[in-house]
């Protein structure tokens, strides 16, 4: 029985990509170094804000990286939600977990406060726990601790639930942490990366429809 989904965020419940975009060029900007464009950006998101900024500076720019990088963490906290929005259809299906008795959490490699505003700034209380990075206290994603760390937050076991995303790296999460895993094609990779995947989603009500299929089942 499906008890819970744990989701990734940037990608997967949420467009964020233009914020991330705008946020990386003012810090590249500030330091003298070429903007990156949204394609760009799109392939260095999904390990962390540290691991973006080292794929968006240029080789000889790698020594600036700590200035560049805090440079980014400032921008990007005044651009949280400006352009960051749901994808469609992830409202009504959040409610429709609700309704079903699902519980939700969010694991991402976001940081953690940031992540902990999004949620509470556009998902408004309809996701049950939050698990953001924060590297003084816990591994990041693919590594499972911060799944488990969800997992025990909302008292369900890994085998009663589902782990949803859009990239290789939530692929691996699940795998790492034992779980089956719902690929999201309309995030930040191609659907290929999803093949892998138990179930791959093309809207977000297909991942209603997968949870009521798998409740008849059983």
């Known amino acids: 029985m499906i008890k819970a989904i744990i989701f990734d965020m940037d990608g997967t419940l949420i467009n964020s990509l233009e914020d991330i975009a705008f946020s990386v060029n003012c810090a590249l900007t500030e330091f003298g170094y070429k903007n990156r464009s949204i394609e760009e950006v799109r392939r260095f998101v999904g390990n962390g804000a540290d691991m973006l900024i080292k794929r968006a500076l240029p080789s000889e720019g790698q020594k600036d990286f700590e200035v560049v990088y805090n440079a980014y963490r400032g921008y990007y906290k005044q651009n949280l939600c400006v352009r960051t929005r749901l994808y469609d259809g992830i409202d009504e299906l959040l409610d429709t977990l609700r309704e079903k008795g699902i519980k939700t959490a969010v694991v991402t490699n976001k940081n953690d406060d940031d992540a902990k505003y999004i949620v509470k700034r556009l998902l408004k209380g309809k996701i049950d726990a939050v698990v953001g990075a924060d590297i003084k206290k816990r591994k990041?994603?693919?590594?499972?601790?911060?799944?488990?760390?969800?997992?025990?937050?909302?008292?369900?076991?890994k085998d009663e639930a589902y782990y949803a995303g859009d990239s290789e790296t939530d692929i691996e999460t699940a795998e790492n942490t034992g779980m089956k895993c719902i690929g999201c094609s309309w995030g930040f990779r191609e659907r290929s990366v999803l093949e892998k995947c138990e179930f791959i989603a093309d809207k977000a009500e297909d991942i209603a429809m997968f949870v009521s299929e798998r409740a008849s089942e059983e």
Do not use: F, T, W
Not at 142 to 152: I, T
């Open 140 to 157: 990041k994603k693919p590594d499972p601790e911060p799944v488990l760390m969800a997992l025990d937050m909302l008292g369900v076991n």
